[in-house]
């Protein structure tokens, strides 16, 4: 059974990207990662993504536009990473489930070492990004 998730590109006026870094003793410790969580029933995808990053970081986003979703297995079972570019409306985050949290402007983001599902994310960002 596939599991939706969301995923939060959170651009500032700088134009950099939020790059958060999983905390050890998880699932892909120490890797890179755009922050959300799993949609829960009922809930839409971009309410799923408020919420998480309300948990997460403890920030208001508005939702800029939606990016390709990407379906990616880690040996769990699959998933379907639904991403979303966001800017931050309210609040300063910091990080409550992850161990770094760092601003990159696009050049500096291939640098880590990110999560697989998000790499195609990144890469779509990357993009149609002026470099």
Not at 28 to 39: D, R
Not at 44 to 50: C, D, G, W
Not at 67 to 76: F, K, M, N, S, W
Request: proline share 10%; hydrophobic share 40%.
């Amino acid at each position: 059974m596939m599991i939706d998730v969301v995923a939060g590109l959170i651009i500032d006026n700088n134009g950099r990207l939020l790059a958060c870094r999983r905390p050890e003793g998880k699932h892909l410790s120490g890797k890179w990662e755009f922050p959300g969580g799993k949609i829960e029933p009922g809930e839409t995808s971009e309410a799923a993504l408020v919420r998480e990053l309300v948990e997460e970081l403890g920030i208001v986003i508005g939702i800029l536009e939606p990016l390709t979703p990407v379906i990616h297995d880690y040996g769990r079972g699959p998933i379907q990473l639904i991403p979303f570019l966001c800017s931050i409306t309210e609040g300063v985050p910091h990080p409550h489930e992850h161990s770094e949290l760092r601003w990159c402007r696009p050049s500096e983001l291939p640098e880590l070492e990110w999560a697989e599902a998000d790499l195609p994310i990144l890469d779509e960002f990357l993009a149609n990004r002026p470099a």
